[in-house]
């Protein structure tokens, strides 16, 4: 309703509002679901644990308070509701009382007038006038979990907790009242185990948000100085975008090193090369088309050069005919000096299909006789010795390189994009330096 009122021409609004009566104006601010978000109403079905990601500002706090607030609510103020004893537990008591009880998107602010709960600070209880109580704790403080029982959970940036797999445990032992007793978890988040194991789980729902998309309660100044100083980065994507960016233990690429390589001021290069490393197929069950653009300063003697992951231009299932087109393109928007390709699937169809759009193009066929483990770990030498960068909007990418181990790699599907990353640095930066084999097949 409230989406729809905000589409309206003005003169609508005002017919609309004026024809509510006072009652109806008072509690149109309290509906919560007629101008929520998506992420932030809690989905439908048989749950144990509903998880709301989301970015700085996007809204989780005042999803989970209303989800409280449905919980414990009848319809009456004094009638009683689903959940009569709720645990809120945050990351420190100070935390869970400052953000989810008096907070601005917290339960007081966020409860009209006759429902409003009363906060006993010696208990460290709320108390609402059907008699419904919550009670705060800390996920630094076990302990204190061991022993009370709820029907309802809300707990506030798990990702954060010093000691979250204990608080947790504590937490699900006691979340036995009721007939359906349930926990929704807002957080930003991280890679931690227990945030993963929890999403992993089949009893998991979760929803999710950028900053972004609650951007209509945000300062603009705010939103556009954390775009430009942080959009397209690592912490960025987790911060803002709210996406849990996972880090293999043992990967040959960390975040962290990933994330000092940035550099947003690309020199003027010498060589720019399109590497291509192409699905088998080429339909909805396809891997992706990796298609990576990456140029190299190689002035000076070799151990002086660097290079410089410029764009990751990849397609998921997409025809031969389309990916051949969009490396084509990206050839021409960067200006580079060849395209250069994987052809152990593909064979000579790889050529020809490229040369069916542009016989001209420069094209060099590389094909591998060693693993992807093997042929990634020369190029992550490179890193390590800090010699090539990563310009910004390159997560998923990213993504994959902090999955790929010596014994191999620990995502989904195939590193189509690393593959493409490893053959471009291997063609800009090893295969031409001299004392070194210029050879085309790589390992």
């Known amino acids: 309703m409230i989406g729809w009122l905000a589409s309206r021409p003005r003169e609508e609004q005002v017919e609309f509002l004026d024809g509510l009566g006072e009652g109806a104006l008072l509690a149109l601010p309290f509906l919560f679901e007629a101008w929520a978000h998506d992420h932030q109403l809690a989905p439908e079905g048989d749950w144990r644990t509903w998880v709301i990601l989301g970015g700085r500002g996007a809204g989780k706090t005042r999803a989970g308070a209303e989800w409280v607030r449905a919980m414990v609510e009848g319809a009456k103020p004094w009638e009683k509701g689903r959940a009569r004893r709720v645990a809120l537990v945050g990351e420190t008591y100070d935390q869970a009382r400052e953000v989810m009880v008096f907070g601005e998107s917290g339960l007081l602010a966020c409860s009209p007038p006759d429902r409003r709960p009363v906060w006993h600070a010696t208990r460290r209880m709320l108390v609402w006038p059907n008699g419904a109580e919550a009670t705060v704790f800390s996920g630094s403080d076990p302990e204190a979990l061991r022993g009370p029982q709820f029907d309802a959970a809300w707990v506030d940036e798990l990702a954060k907790w010093r000691r979250p797999q204990e608080a947790w445990d ?26 993963k194991a929890l999403l992993d789980r089949g009893s998991t729902v979760a929803t999710h948000a950028p900053t972004e998309a609650n951007r209509a309660n945000l300062a603009a100044s705010f939103l556009e100085e954390v775009r430009r100083r942080y959009a397209g980065t690592r912490l960025g994507r987790q911060e803002l975008d709210g996406v849990l960016i996972e880090e293999e233990e043992g990967a040959l690429w960390s975040l962290s090193r990933l994330e000092g390589m940035r550099e947003d001021h690309v020199p003027v290069l010498d060589r720019i090369v399109v590497a291509v490393d ?67 699937q ?48 390159l997560g998923a990418l990213e993504d994959q390189m902090v999955r790929m181990t010596v014994q191999g790699y620990r995502g989904r599907g195939s590193p189509d994009r690393l593959d493409a990353l490893v053959w471009a640095v291997h063609e800009l930066m090893i295969l031409p330096n001299p004392g070194k084999p210029r050879i085309r097949t790589l390992g």
Not at 170 to 195: E, H, K, W, Y
Not at 299 to 321: F, H, K, N
Not at 358 to 372: E, H, N, Q
């Open 170 to 195: 504590m937490l699900q032992f006691g979340l036995r009242l009721g007939d359906d007793p349930r926990a929704v978890v807002t957080t930003t988040p991280r890679n931690v185990g227990i945030l």
């Open 278 to 344: 192409p699905p088998v197929t080429g339909h909805s069950g396809s891997d992706d088309c990796g298609i990576v653009v990456v140029g190299a300063v190689t002035q000076g003697p070799p151990q002086d050069w660097r290079a410089y992951v410029l764009e990751d231009a990849s397609l998921s299932a997409a025809s031969p005919v389309v990916w051949a087109e969009a490396a084509i393109a990206a050839f021409t928007r960067w200006q580079a000096d060849r395209i250069v390709a994987e052809v152990n």
């Open 346 to 393: 593909g064979g000579d169809l790889v050529e020809t299909v490229i040369r069916q759009i542009d016989p001209f193009v420069p094209y060099k066929s590389l094909r591998a006789s060693r693993g992807k483990a093997a042929r990634a770990e020369p190029v992550a030498a490179l890193y390590d010795q800090g010699r090539v960068f990563h310009t910004r909007d």
